[in-house]
């Protein structure tokens, strides 16, 4: 009994599971992000502003093309031409690149875990972002992923969840109109257990400085009548229950919405301020209007952009340097977001 007991401890310190899907040993300074990019449409691409920014890494949020479609043939002919625009190689050649899904380039507006061409859907998203033939997310279902980069100054772990492959079915108000509205579904789950599991356990990594935790709808905001992770309010509070118990700084980015904002959120229980960078459209923005969001801060934007995050480590804690980027190379916005 005693030496099962010590060969069970053993086995517990010595899993490694923590650790990200990919490790890299490369220097990030400076993350960019951005969503919703029509493949169609290459005049209207930021691929050349985004260059420009230098990034060591690019991170997609979703809507990576307007894929729509259960031909796979088709999906991956719109993922082909997103490929193909110029700046975009330049940022391949010179970046690196990772991403996640939502909506659209999973192959259906709103959707969840019901379109029946999800595996295929997401073999191609991997292919799109050149994962790894040897990622451990290749032989899992869903499109979640994570990747570490060990810097020199502190470490960074990227945390891409997939909200759609696994996720219950969502009802609306009004639903194929232009008034409609996302109802509640009291009891419904967005991530699946598997994920959230290794969810929890990524975040248990305590060499990680700095958490990156990005999902294509937003997490914060509650008022809109989109899709948002308040739709799904037991996943929500699971969720910032989940990030209540880790004691190391982590920022949250998002896409989908056609418009940007940066929503912070004091989480009682939780050390730091948690803010949400929300980036969208690349070039696809939405008109203005009035939307609420009580955890917004200044104001939101509606032109097409993307977003940079610059990082400085002060004393080992993070020290971000916020900018929204429009045509142009045009400042549209910037946020300083202390840890210390
Ligand atoms: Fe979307």
């Not at 934007?301 to 004393?315: G, V």
Request: aromatic share 10%.
């Amino acid at each position: 009994m005693k030496v099962l007991l010590i060969s069970l401890i053993f086995i517990t310190f010595l899993a490694p599971a923590q650790q990200a899907d990919v490790a890299v040993n490369k220097e990030i300074l400076r993350i960019a992000f951005g969503s919703c990019s029509k493949q169609d449409q290459p005049e209207s691409q930021l691929w050349a502003e985004v260059n420009k920014t230098n990034p060591d890494l690019w991170v997609w949020l979703g809507d990576n093309i307007y894929g729509d479609t259960e031909d796979m043939d088709v999906m991956k002919a719109k993922y082909d031409q997103q490929k193909s625009h110029t700046g975009y190689k330049t940022l391949l050649s010179r970046s690196s690149v990772i991403g996640i899904w939502d909506d659209h380039d999973f192959g259906v507006n709103d959707g969840g875990a019901e379109y029946p061409m999800k595996d295929q859907s997401r073999d191609l998203l991997f292919d799109f972002l050149n994962v790894d033939k040897n990622n451990p997310a290749r032989k899992r279902q869903g499109a979640y992923q994570s990747y570490t980069y060990n810097n020199s100054q502190g470490n960074i772990k990227v945390i891409l969840l997939d909200a759609r492959y696994f996720r219950d079915s969502l009802k609306w108000e009004n639903p194929g109109t232009d008034d409609k509205i996302a109802l509640k579904n009291e009891t419904g789950d967005i991530l699946g257990e598997t994920q959230w599991k290794w969810l929890e356990n990524q975040l248990s990594d305590n060499e990680i400085d700095l958490f990156i935790l990005a999902s294509g709808i937003q997490v914060i905001p509650e008022e809109h009548r989109w899709e948002k992770w308040s739709n799904f309010p037991m996943a929500k509070e699971r969720l910032l229950n989940t990030i209540k118990k880790i004691d190391t700084p982590l920022i949250i980015i998002s896409g989908d919405r056609h418009l940007s904002e940066v929503s912070k959120l004091d989480l009682e229980g939780y050390d730091y301020p948690l803010y949400e960078l929300t980036s969208s459209s690349l070039n696809s923005p939405s008109t203005i209007s009035e939307e609420n969001n009580r955890f917004r801060l200044k104001n939101k934007i509606h032109e097409r952009n993307f977003a940079t995050m610059t990082i400085i480590w002060i004393a080992g804690k993070p020290s971000i340097q916020l900018k929204y980027i429009g045509k142009g190379g045009k400042s549209l916005a910037s946020h300083q977001i202390q840890f210390n």
